[in-house]
């Protein structure tokens, strides 16, 4: 099983917004709004922190007020950095809900226990998560729809998930 990750991206500063040295920032997090109540999060390198002052929703985003920012030249020198926080101080996940770093790395098996693979990537391009499956012996992935059908079992504790492939279809004779 891959090393699980000990820090999680919450979110990107996309840029200046307006003069008076607040940042655009796309969220991870469940709630936008919320980033700010993690407390200090990080760059990607761990080295320099940001703590949030205020933040709000809007259509484009998060726009936050950080903390040593007073001006549109300082919010426009943090375009692009990444916030990140140590995967320890997030919340527990609810019953039947789970982080997407906590599902990576987990060993994907079939109902009867053989492996399939491995999960490298949770993908959602709208119509709900899709986990990214590297097959087993090879380096082709699959999607697999992250449902209660396909994925019927999720044991973190014991790092896999069971996995029900789509079926491949009968060839035409």
Do not use: C, W
């Amino acid at each position: 099983m891959a090393a699980k990750p000990t820090r999680i991206l919450l979110g990107r500063i996309a840029g200046a917004h307006g003069i008076r040295g607040e940042v655009l920032i796309k969220t991870f997090t469940a709630a936008p709004e919320t980033i700010g109540a993690y407390g200090p999060l990080s760059d990607e390198s761990g080295t320099r922190t940001y703590s949030i002052e205020h933040a709000r929703a809007t259509a484009k985003g998060v726009v936050a007020r950080m903390r040593g920012i007073a001006d549109r030249t300082g919010a426009e020198a943090l375009k692009g950095i990444a916030l990140y926080i140590e995967r320890a101080r997030l919340p527990a996940a609810a019953e039947g809900e789970f982080y997407h770093a906590d599902l990576i790395g987990l060993q994907a098996v079939d109902g009867g226990g053989k492996p399939v693979g491995e999960i490298v990537a949770v993908q959602n391009f709208g119509a709900g998560d899709l986990l990214e499956i590297r097959l087993a012996g090879s380096s082709r992935t699959e999607l697999v729809s992250f449902t209660d059908q396909t994925v019927p079992e999720v044991d973190i504790a014991a790092g896999r998930v069971v996995v029900i492939l789509p079926s491949e279809p009968e060839p035409d004779t």
